[in-house]
């Protein structure tokens, strides 16, 4: 099962009030465990940047200037995304601003049954609790010190981790890891002593042992296991 965990950063909270992507980052996982595979884009909004949003992810335009416009790469982006569950924290926002930009090229919108949000998920399974991506990562034990500023591949791979921790993805593929070891353990156990096994060793007792032992038993009074001598 292929997944895509992923985040965005904007220049504000609303792609119809005239706000842009400015950065976007996926990574992939398959059957709950990071394939190594990622998308990361650094994006030109043709706008200013509000201040608090440069607050939040210290993107400023002239860093932006050169970058890529989203009709660039939104090839690139359609192709990584595949058909596949898309996970997001508080998805509906990232997805606003995607399914924005790729109506503005033309291209078909992301279809919203293929949302998993993580908000909701932590919501369900936490009630009462924070569920920010730094409060969960701090409930998961997953560490946060590369995180001084928001960053889109940064949030997605921390998010990853705690999707994973929301799904009992971990517990899972342990699980799988601890059998999968114990069989090929006893298959190199059993593989070792099949390889370093010794044929029977027969041992006759000589007659001078015979005679010791006999003379052995005979000192024996009514022994419980009867006498063989006498039948």
């Not at 989203?70 to 569950?85: A, Q, R, W």
């Not at 508080?90 to 949302?115: H, S, T, W």
């Not at 701090?138 to 010190?145: A, E």
């Amino acid at each position: 099962m292929r997944e895509i965990v992923f985040d965005t950063e904007t220049t504000g909270l609303s792609y119809n009030a005239g706000h842009r992507l400015v950065e976007i980052g996926c990574v992939e996982l398959v059957n709950r465990v990071p394939t190594g595979r990622s998308f990361h884009r650094y994006l030109n909004p043709d706008r200013d940047m509000p201040a608090e949003a440069f607050a939040v992810h210290g993107l400023s335009a002239a860093f932006l200037a050169d970058k890529p416009r989203f009709h660039e790469i939104c090839d690139e982006l359609i192709e990584f995304l595949g058909d596949c569950p898309l996970v997001a924290h508080n998805a509906m926002f990232d997805f606003g601003f995607i399914n924005g930009e790729l109506g503005a090229c033309g291209k078909p919108l992301l279809q919203v049954e293929r949302i998993v949000d993580t908000l909701t998920m932590a919501r369900a399974r936490h009630p009462g609790a924070k569920h920010t991506l730094d409060a969960l990562c701090v409930r998961y034990g997953i560490d946060l010190s590369a995180r001084e500023l928001h960053g889109a591949l940064l949030d997605a791979q921390l998010l990853a981790q705690v999707f994973i921790e929301l799904t009992g993805g971990r517990q899972i593929t342990l699980g799988l890891a601890v059998e999968a070891a114990a069989t090929a353990s006893g298959r190199v156990e059993a593989a070792a002593v099949k390889s370093n096994a010794r044929p029977a060793r027969i041992f006759v007792p000589s007659d001078e042992e015979l005679a010791r032992h006999s003379a052995f038993m005979a000192g024996f009074e009514e022994p419980l296991w009867g006498n063989p001598a006498s039948g």
